[in-house]
C-alpha cells in the first residue's frame, strides 16, 4: 500500500508559480513511477505529468509542456509538480498517482492516489 498526500494548492493569481509537493510513504518510493492528474467537476480526470521511478523519464499533457515541470526526490519519498505561467483554464483538483516500475498516462494505469489539492486561477 502507497499512502499518498498532495499540498500547495490554492487560489493563484493567473501567471502565478505555485508548487505542489505530494509525500509518499508506506512501500519504497523509489520502486514507483508517478504521475500528477487534475479534474474539473463534470468531466474526466486527465493526465498531466508523469516521471518514471528513477527520475530519468518524464512525460506532460501537451498543454502544459514548457509550462509545468515534474521532478521527484527519493531521498525524500516526494514528487513535485512545478506549474509556471497558470491559466484560468488549469484550475482543477490536482492529484498525484503511484503506479511500480514504468510511467504511464491513463488513470486506469495507477494503483494509488491521494486525496487531491485544489487549484483555483484567477483571471
Known amino acids: 500500500q502507497v499512502h499518498l498526500v498532495e499540498s500547495g494548492g490554492g487560489l493563484v493569481q493567473a501567471g502565478g508559480s505555485p508548487r505542489l509537493s505530494c509525500a509518499a510513504s508506506g512501500r519504497t518510493f523509489s520502486d514507483f513511477a508517478m504521475g500528477w492528474f487534475r479534474q474539473t467537476p463534470g468531466k474526466d480526470r486527465e493526465f498531466v505529468a508523469a516521471?518514471?521511478?528513477?527520475?530519468?523519464?518524464?512525460y506532460y499533457k501537451q498543454s502544459v509542456k514548457g509550462r509545468f515541470a515534474i521532478a521527484r526526490d527519493n531521498a525524500e519519498n516526494t514528487v513535485y509538480l512545478q506549474m509556471n505561467s497558470l491559466k484560468p483554464e488549469d484550475t482543477a483538483i490536482y492529484y498525484c498517482?503511484?503506479?511500480?516500475?514504468?510511467?504511464?498516462?491513463?488513470?486506469?494505469?495507477?494503483?494509488?492516489w491521494g486525496q487531491g489539492t485544489q487549484v483555483t486561477v484567477s483571471a
Open positions: 516521471i518514471a521511478a528513477n527520475g530519468r523519464a518524464t
Open positions: 498517482a503511484a503506479r511500480p516500475n514504468t510511467l504511464a498516462t491513463l488513470t486506469g494505469e495507477y494503483a494509488y
